[in-house]
């Protein structure tokens, strides 16, 4: 019974992870690739030609229904309910690895590049009018290419354009006043400032981590037989999940890790809203101390995840690790939430070895809500390493990465997973 099915699974989930629709595939099993993988795209286009009940259009319509479709499944709501002024990063809250996951999907499902620097305030019909426009101008040139010839004497292909003039909303030429700009701390890595900031970390931070979270590591003879630098991918339970990795790591490597920090709570510095100059002096010394602090930098919420990607390039060419939270927010114990797809474009185009690691109980001692850490125990489990393949799809690699930091889950906390 499948409404019966789909009401057992509702009962066990939370109210904005239940499953507003179903359909019930019409064949004995799906159709799948030669290795035996469900062919995801084929499935949904037959369910979707189902569901226009049989209806053809031309290929700029099927083009906009797609980008449409894309949408509404990474925002996770039904295609219906999207307007053509619907903004993605106001009207869905779309984060920066979010449009970053847009972007890989409209590349390899219709074959459009999509501008990072306009993405951010782009909305569903201007992509939609953009798909529309790409289609049309493949199309052109397949009826008629012109230029010069190819080595072989056949007609040399011609880019095509997938941009249209009202499309999506042109780049600023600067922030608005009153507003700020992503900028990389580069200051943090001179000799006075990282001889300061290991002295603080030694003397003050490592005594009182393990004071407050009497913190235990395991799986360090995963790093024995690798050279630095690395790129560690853990769950996310609290503000001292970081404290951990600097007091619990060998002294030589902690005190090259830079974590990435996300803008979300800085968005006027970061030049992603508005605000006074009271809130950006405000946010400017907050950031500028966490920087010093733990040597962060930013991974932001809305544009600019491709400058951050060649930053963290850029940190490890000078021999530091990278720390990165792909669930983005704390998520309490002891489930996991799905990790987003842009932690798999950082490990494919950084060719570093992932270190996949557990953290526990850190939720416990320094919650969400507290100032002050209580007394407690945690626990910092590190994997095996992973090397992605360079040609690996970013959501392929970021399967691989969730799962390996799953299986250093104790087996409570995949239980609970699985109805997260």
Request: aromatic content about 8%; hydrophobic content about 40%; overall charge positive.
């Given at each position: 019974?499948?409404?019966?099915?789909?009401?057992?699974?509702?009962?066990?989930?939370?109210?904005?992870?239940?499953?507003?629709?179903?359909?019930?595939?019409?064949?004995?099993?799906?159709?799948?690739?030669?290795?035996?993988?469900?062919?995801?795209?084929?499935?949904?286009?037959?369910?979707?030609?189902?569901?226009?009940?049989?209806?053809?259009?031309?290929?700029?319509?099927?083009?906009?229904?797609?980008?449409?479709?894309?949408?509404?499944?990474?925002?996770?709501?039904?295609?219906?309910?999207?307007?053509?002024?619907?903004?993605?990063?106001?009207?869905?809250?779309?984060?920066?690895?979010?449009?970053?996951?847009?972007?890989?999907a409209?590349?390899?499902?219709?074959?459009?590049?999509?501008?990072?620097?306009?993405?951010?305030?782009?909305?569903?019909?201007?992509?939609?009018?953009?798909?529309?426009?790409?289609?049309s101008?493949?199309?052109?040139?397949?009826?008629?290419?012109?230029?010069?010839?190819?080595?072989?004497g056949?007609?040399?292909?011609?880019?095509?354009?997938?941009?249209?003039?009202?499309?999506?909303?042109?780049?600023?030429?600067?922030?608005?006043?009153?507003?700020?700009?992503?900028?990389?701390?580069?200051?943090?890595?001179?000799?006075?400032?990282?001889?300061?900031?290991?002295?603080?970390?030694?003397?003050?931070?490592?005594?009182?981590?393990?004071?407050?979270?009497?913190?235990?590591?395991?799986?360090?003879?995963?790093?024995?037989?690798?050279?630095?630098?690395?790129?560690?991918?853990?769950?996310?339970r609290?503000?001292?999940?970081?404290?951990?990795?600097?007091?619990?790591?060998?002294?030589?490597?902690?005190?090259?890790i830079?974590?990435?920090?996300?803008?979300?709570?800085?968005?006027?510095?970061?030049?992603?809203?508005?605000?006074?100059?009271?809130?950006?002096?405000?946010?400017?010394?907050?950031?500028?101390?966490?920087?010093?602090?733990?040597?962060?930098?930013?991974?932001?919420?809305?544009v600019?995840?491709?400058?951050?990607?060649?930053?963290?390039?850029?940190?490890?060419?000078?021999?530091?690790?990278?720390?990165?939270?792909?669930?983005?927010r704390?998520?309490?114990?002891p489930?996991?939430?799905?990790?987003?797809?842009?932690?798999?474009v950082?490990?494919?185009?950084?060719?570093?070895?992932?270190?996949?690691?557990?953290?526990?109980?850190?939720?416990?001692?320094?919650?969400?809500?507290?100032y002050?850490?209580?007394?407690?125990?945690?626990?910092?489990?590190?994997?095996?390493?992973?090397?992605?393949?360079?040609?690996?799809?970013?959501?392929?690699?970021?399967?691989?990465?969730?799962?390996?930091?799953?299986?250093?889950?104790?087996?409570?906390?995949?239980?609970?997973?699985?109805?997260?």
């Amino acid at each position: 019974d499948p409404l019966a099915a789909v009401r057992f699974a509702n009962e066990r989930l939370l109210p904005r992870q239940r499953v507003r629709g179903h359909t019930l595939w019409p064949e004995d099993d799906f159709p799948r690739t030669v290795t035996g993988k469900v062919r995801k795209g084929l499935v949904r286009d037959r369910i979707l030609a189902r569901e226009r009940d049989g209806a053809s259009g031309a290929g700029g319509a099927a083009g906009v229904s797609a980008a449409r479709r894309l949408i509404a499944s990474l925002a996770r709501v039904r295609p219906e309910t999207l307007r053509d002024d619907t903004r993605l990063t106001e009207g869905l809250g779309f984060a920066s690895l979010d449009l970053v996951e847009l972007a890989a999907a409209f590349e390899e499902e219709i074959g459009v590049a999509l501008p990072e620097d306009r993405l951010g305030e782009a909305t569903v019909g201007g992509l939609e009018r953009l798909v529309a426009s790409a289609a049309s101008a493949g199309a052109g040139q397949a009826a008629g290419p012109s230029g010069p010839p190819g080595p072989d004497g056949s007609p040399a292909p011609q880019p095509v354009s997938p941009t249209q003039p009202d499309a999506l909303p042109a780049p600023a030429a600067g922030p608005p006043a009153g507003r700020g700009s992503l900028r990389m701390p580069r200051w943090t890595r001179l000799m006075p400032v990282r001889l300061a900031r290991r002295a603080i970390e030694e003397c003050v931070l490592v005594p009182f981590v393990r004071f407050h979270a009497r913190p235990e590591i395991a799986g360090l003879e995963h790093l024995g037989a690798l050279r630095p630098p690395y790129l560690f991918v853990p769950n996310h339970r609290s503000y001292m999940d970081t404290g951990l990795f600097k007091a619990m790591l060998p002294r030589a490597l902690r005190g090259r890790i830079a974590p990435g920090m996300t803008t979300r709570y800085h968005r006027v510095f970061f030049g992603e809203a508005a605000g006074s100059r009271t809130r950006r002096a405000k946010e400017w010394t907050q950031v500028r101390l966490v920087e010093f602090f733990f040597n962060v930098w930013p991974l932001p919420e809305t544009v600019g995840f491709r400058q951050s990607l060649l930053y963290a390039g850029e940190l490890m060419d000078h021999g530091l690790s990278i720390l990165i939270f792909p669930e983005g927010r704390h998520v309490p114990e002891p489930g996991m939430a799905p990790f987003r797809k842009g932690i798999g474009v950082f490990a494919r185009d950084l060719r570093a070895p992932v270190i996949p690691a557990y953290v526990e109980g850190t939720a416990r001692v320094l919650p969400d809500g507290r100032y002050w850490p209580r007394l407690g125990r945690t626990r910092l489990v590190l994997g095996p390493p992973l090397f992605i393949d360079p040609g690996a799809d970013p959501a392929e690699a970021t399967r691989q990465i969730e799962d390996a930091v799953r299986r250093l889950a104790p087996p409570a906390a995949n239980s609970a997973s699985r109805t997260f």
